[in-house]
């Protein structure tokens, strides 16, 4: 991303009457650590966030995966908009609510299938959350392998449900087809009229929330990272993120 691109950014959220910043978190304001739970906010990124929420007409919101304990221990104390497990639970003004889906009945039929996996490959490990089964393999050897076969045994589970499985980085995980960062920034577009949309991750689930924003003329799509990706424009690393985010404080 030029500085000309930078600046044409910052020009347009200056000039924009009501704005929503999406950010997603792993990947994108804070890097990846063997553990998630050691990904805590720097100082530096939770003053950039709290200036960033004071800003008139601006709407910050925090969109991941984590469950939303896990996030709301990083990020709890500021007054921030948050969008946790894909969509399946959500902070706005303070107040976490469910997605009103409530069928997690197929838990109980795919935990066999990740506790074999689990077995089989050191080092990697089962997360369930409200929503949806994690199996993380960040610190597992053959992890990568596994995550395939992984994929195979749920694929065929799937194909008779409302299921979908995302591919994540080092992380596989199933949740219900209604949950997904698309799903969830589509209806946040639904309760407010925004004419500026930041929109910035790294992962593939965030390429769902990149799909939906295409064709639309206000959003301002990043990838942070390597690989292919249907954002409008790439960022190298989490440094340029928060360079980025601090600049449009100014
Ligand atoms: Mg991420």
Redesign the pocket.
């Known amino acids: 991303m030029g500085n000309i691109i930078t600046a044409e950014l910052i020009e347009k959220f200056r000039k924009a009457n009501y704005k929503l910043i999406l950010l997603?978190?792993?990947?994108?304001l804070v890097d990846f650590f063997p553990f998630p739970e050691k990904a805590k906010p720097s100082e530096k990124l939770l003053d950039i966030l709290n200036k960033l929420i004071t800003k008139p007409k601006t709407n910050v919101v925090i969109i991941?995966?984590r469950a939303h304990k896990d996030i709301d221990n990083f990020l709890g104390h500021l007054p921030i908009n948050i969008i946790a497990e894909h969509g399946g639970m959500l902070k706005i003004n303070r107040i976490w609510k469910k997605h009103t889906i409530d069928n997690n009945l197929w838990k109980d039929k795919v935990l066999p299938i990740f506790n074999q996996i689990t077995l089989a490959c050191p080092n990697s490990f089962i997360e369930e959350k409200q929503f949806s089964l994690a199996w993380h393999y960040r610190n597992a050897e053959s992890g990568y392998a596994y995550s395939r076969k992984l994929i195979g045994l749920l694929e065929n589970f799937i194909s008779t449900t409302t299921l979908k499985i995302l591919d994540?980085?080092k992380v596989v995980e199933i949740l219900s087809n209604d949950l997904g960062k698309g799903k969830a920034v589509e209806n946040l577009l639904k309760q407010n009229k925004y004419d500026f949309i930041l929109s910035i991750?790294?992962?593939k689930?965030?390429e769902e929330m990149f799909e939906f924003l295409l064709d639309n003329p206000t959003a301002v799509t990043i990838k942070?990272g390597k690989g292919n990706t249907l954002a409008k424009f790439k960022l190298d690393n989490v440094d340029n993120v928060n360079t980025l985010l601090k600049q449009l404080l100014k």
């Open positions: 997603d978190y792993d990947g994108t991941t995966g994540g980085n991750g790294d992962d689930t965030d942070v």
